[in-house]
């Protein structure tokens, strides 16, 4: 039994900061990569940034300089600092993470999802 349950979200106007945190709970024997992603409406899901088990980082170009992906691994949570918001940004944030569960079970989990609104 694992979830992820992301929180931070909310309106902000355009140039302003947010930030979005992820918190992993339930049976979980280690966490290998956690990352974000968010889907605007009538859009695909794209990849926002992703920090990997060995602790590289990936962004997509869109928000380079500006987002800032960390993990505190021994709270098992991710973060997402977003910094000079546009008007591209607003989307359901979601968090992901590859977890292997107690019973050693490997799996994609994924968070509920958080609303970011960017207005100006």
């Known amino acids: 039994q694992v979830q992820l349950v992301e929180s931070g979200g909310g309106l902000v106007q355009a140039g302003g900061s947010l930030r979005l945190s992820c918190a992993a709970s339930?049976?979980?024997?280690?966490?290998?990569?956690m990352g974000w992603y968010r889907q605007a409406p009538g859009k695909q899901r794209e990849l926002v940034a992703a920090?990997?088990?060995?602790?590289?980082?990936n962004y997509a170009d869109s928000v380079k300089g500006r987002f800032t992906i960390s993990r505190d691994n021994a709270k098992n949570m991710v973060y997402l600092q977003m910094n000079s918001l546009k008007p591209e940004d607003p989307a359901v944030y979601y968090c992901?993470?590859?977890?292997?569960?107690?019973?050693?079970?490997?799996?994609?989990?994924w968070g509920q999802g958080t609303q970011v609104t960017v207005s100006s």
């Open positions: 339930g049976s979980i024997f280690s966490i290998n990569a």
């Open positions: 992901n993470a590859e977890v292997v569960s107690t019973a050693r079970a490997t799996f994609d989990y």
């Open positions: 920090s990997t088990s060995g602790g590289s980082t």
